[in-house]
């Protein structure tokens, strides 16, 4: 959970995340880039205690599936960077 708080806070400084909220499991980002654009990365433990991390960037109906495929990506490297 740390490391996805870690990954959205570092995206927020680089372009812009409307509201960060962490749960047990989850951690959301609201309004990215712009009120259309949310993320989520949902953190579970696999087999040997390692822990997954999935992420979700989703949008509304008149998103760009380039954008949002951007965020993934920029989040991913970011996911990355930290192991």
Not at 41 to 69: E, F
């Amino acid at each position: 959970m740390d490391r996805a708080r870690l990954v959205f806070r570092e995206f927020d400084r680089a372009s812009s995340i409307g509201e960060i909220v962490a749960g047990n499991w989850t951690v959301s980002a609201f309004d990215v880039i712009s009120n259309d654009y949310d993320a989520h990365i949902a953190c579970a433990y696999g087999p040997n205690d390692t822990t997954r991390g999935t992420l979700v960037v989703y949008s509304g109906d008149n998103s760009d599936d380039g954008i949002r495929q951007d965020i993934a990506a920029r989040m991913k490297t970011m996911w990355e960077a930290w192991e």
